[in-house]
């Protein structure tokens, strides 16, 4: 064989190789050889072992579980007994209780009749229930129903009445509202409303005090709610400008400390509001070791619902029987006094007849019960 025939030989060769490159290359790649059997793995026989278990069914619920579940009923609700600490000051803690009985009368749409959240604040503070427990009380109040609540109000009324007949007279614009035939929509529940705020508020902390011990007198409680619920502009037209407790206090103290005061003395303040200047007296008196029962206390404020005030304090603050409050003007009338005495006796006068006639019918109860059991 030649070289050429030699290198033709070798040229074919390579030539049909690349055929046959191209012949694998060519082909489906889906055929594909199946995966050889894993050989089977030797498992000896084992008799002890126990029965295989049955097979277990699991229902499904057409409903989810949750749905089916009862809601937890809502924990009751505990008694509100939140009152102000008796470490607090008391003329701030006044004036925090007629901001919220403000924010209370007005967020229930009370009105502008404002002898009436100072009505219900007057008659909480009256409440005769007296002593460290009385603050106790308060729960009792918000547990009632409205009936019941305005029963309880003009009780109240009605006991210190019989007590002090010159004085609940002069705080009739407090509870004159109690007497409505046809109360406007909203009252009850602004009523009650300014109820909560006052007794949640710490009211009865501050006037539940025993009698004799001038608790009571720490603050000006009824001053604070008139003076906070008027607008200013109110108190620009009607010329109302309270004086501060502290200044009040100061005032009291030089001034009794200038003249030394002896039981039998008088006081008169022409312009007494709510009585904030004898309130500061009655209590630089008992600092001293005097009664404030042993002196005369006549007031005078031309604002009839000031003047309502000034006899509920006279009661709160225990100034004695020895009380004048007159609703009149000072500079046009003079002295009103002469007309407040008057008042005062017709109070008095009034009281007793109405008193004989209710002891009069008891009597006439009592004997036709015996008649009737006799019979």
């Known amino acids: 064989m030649t ?28 055929r594909k050889a199946p995966a050889p059997t894993p050989p089977a793995t030797f498992r000896p026989a084992l008799p002890d072992l126990p029965p295989p278990p049955a097979p277990v069914t699991i229902a499904i619920p057409s409903r989810r579980p949750h749905q089916d579940v009862k809601p937890t009923p809502p924990a009751p609700r505990p008694a509100n007994r939140r009152y102000i600490p008796l470490q607090r000051n008391s003329h701030h803690a006044a004036h925090d209780i007629a901001e919220a009985v403000e924010a209370a009368w007005y967020g229930a749409h009370g009105g502008n009749r404002l002898e009436i959240p100072a009505g219900v604040v007057a008659a909480l503070a009256l409440w005769p229930q007296r002593g460290p427990d009385a603050p106790l009380a308060a729960q009792w109040w918000l547990d009632l129903n409205d009936d019941d609540f305005l029963a309880a109000l003009r009780e109240c009324w009605a006991r210190w009445w019989i007590q002090r007949p010159d004085l609940i007279d002069r705080a009739t614009p407090l509870h004159r509202w109690l007497e409505d035939e046809n109360p406007e929509r909203n009252r009850m529940q602004a009523v009650r409303a300014v109820a909560r705020a006052a007794l949640t508020g710490g009211l ?7 009698p004799d011990s001038g608790g009571n007198a720490n603050a000006d409680v009824l001053g604070a709610v008139i003076t906070v619920m008027r607008s200013h502009g109110a108190r620009d037209v009607l010329a109302e400008f309270h004086t501060p407790p502290e200044l009040s206090e100061l005032m009291a103290r030089i001034l009794l400390t200038d003249k030394e005061p002896t039981p039998g003395m008088k006081f008169n303040d022409p312009a007494s509001g709510t009585g904030g200047m004898y309130r500061a007296a009655a209590q630089c008196l008992r600092d001293r070791g005097l009664n404030p029962h042993d002196f005369g206390w006549a007031m005078t404020d031309i604002d009839p619902l000031a003047a309502a005030g000034a006899a509920v304090n006279a009661i709160l603050w225990d100034l004695g029987p020895h009380v004048l409050v007159a609703c009149a003007d000072t500079l046009v009338e003079g002295d009103p006094y002469v007309r407040a005495a008057a008042e005062w006796r017709e109070s008095h006068a009034r009281r007793d007849r109405m008193v004989e006639s209710a002891q009069f019918l008891s009597r006439i109860r009592r004997l036709d019960a015996i008649l009737t059991g006799a019979a």
């Open 3 to 30: 070289p050429r025939e030699g290198g033709h030989e070798a040229a074919l060769t390579l030539a049909e190789r690349d055929a046959m490159q191209l012949d694998l290359f060519s082909e489906d790649q889906s």
């Open 204 to 210: 009865l902390h501050l006037t539940s005090a025993a």
